[in-house]
T-cell receptor, first 117, second 110 residues
Framework: GAVVSQHPSRVICKSGTSVKIECRSLDFQATTMFWYRQFPKQSLMLMATSNEGSKATYEQGVEKDKFLINHASLTLSTLTVASAHPEDSSFYIC?????????????FGPGTRLTVL | QKEVEQNSGPLSVPEGAIASLNCTYSDRGSQSFFWYRQYSGKSPELIMFIYSNGDKEDGRFTAQLNKASQYVSLLIRDSQPSDSATYLCAAKTSYDKVIFGPGTSLSVIP
């Protein structure tokens, strides 16, 4: 149990293109999902917390107008990178929160590697 | 001071040895702690979590928590080359946010 999928796994696009990434919890419902970004040889950087039915909570320094998050259902959250630029190239990873054994645990999707030319 | 700290490594151990990974956290109110493994180019996968003082064992892995010392560790027994990865420690803080450490790179030498 606790499987999280992401689509697409890899995107290569031109500068100025908007890119949409989907995150799905396949065998459980997730009220809360998280979006992370990871640059090479660096740790995970939390971008935002996505809550079903409400607005996402963004971390300091993350532009909410550039990284649009929609958590439309208990199994799907989407991240749209608006007008992507080369500096947005990164590994984007989502996670979904599941309460197991009285502990909220994050389960990660496989990640989406975005390359902006 | 960073909220969750780990030695970046690399930590090298011979195959079959015990690998010991350490983590400290600054928020004394943190309640739950997690160990994730991340292979290069892949996303993190959960190894185990712990929230009570003491040891928790799962197969070759043992997590240890000492809340008084604000210290969490992960022991990997009978280390295998396939255990070579970056290990991320995470803490759920008193303000309900999960903070990840920078990770420790482990290399198991055949």
């Amino acid at each position: 149990g606790a499987v999280v999928s992401q689509h697409p796994s890899r995107v290569i696009c031109k500068s100025g293109t908007s890119v949409k990434i989907e995150c799905r919890s396949l065998d459980f419902q997730a009220t809360t999902m998280f979006w992370y970004r990871q640059f090479p040889k660096q740790s995970l950087m939390l971008m935002a917390t996505s809550n079903e039915g409400s607005k996402a909570t963004y971390e300091q320094g993350v532009e909410k107008d550039k990284f649009l998050i929609n958590h439309a259902s208990l199994t799907l959250s989407t991240l749209t990178v608006a007008s992507a630029h080369p500096e947005d190239s990164s590994f984007y990873i989502c996670s979904a929160l599941l309460n197991r054994d009285f502990t909220d645990t994050q389960y990660f999707g496989p990640g989406t590697r975005l390359t902006v030319l | 001071q960073k909220e969750v700290e780990q030695n970046s490594g690399p930590l090298s151990v011979p195959e079959g040895a015990i690998a010991s990974l350490n983590c400290t956290y600054s928020d004394r109110g943190s309640q739950s702690f997690f160990w994730y493994r991340q292979y290069s180019g892949k996303s993190p996968e959960l190894i185990m979590f712990i929230y009570s003082n003491g040891d928790k064992e799962d197969g070759r892995f043992t997590a240890q928590l000492n809340k008084a010392s604000q210290y969490v560790s992960l022991l990997i027994r009978d280390s295998q080359p396939s255990d070579s990865a970056t290990y991320l420690c995470a803490a759920k803080t008193s303000y309900d946010k999960v903070i990840f450490g920078p990770g420790t790179s482990l290399s198991v030498i055949p």
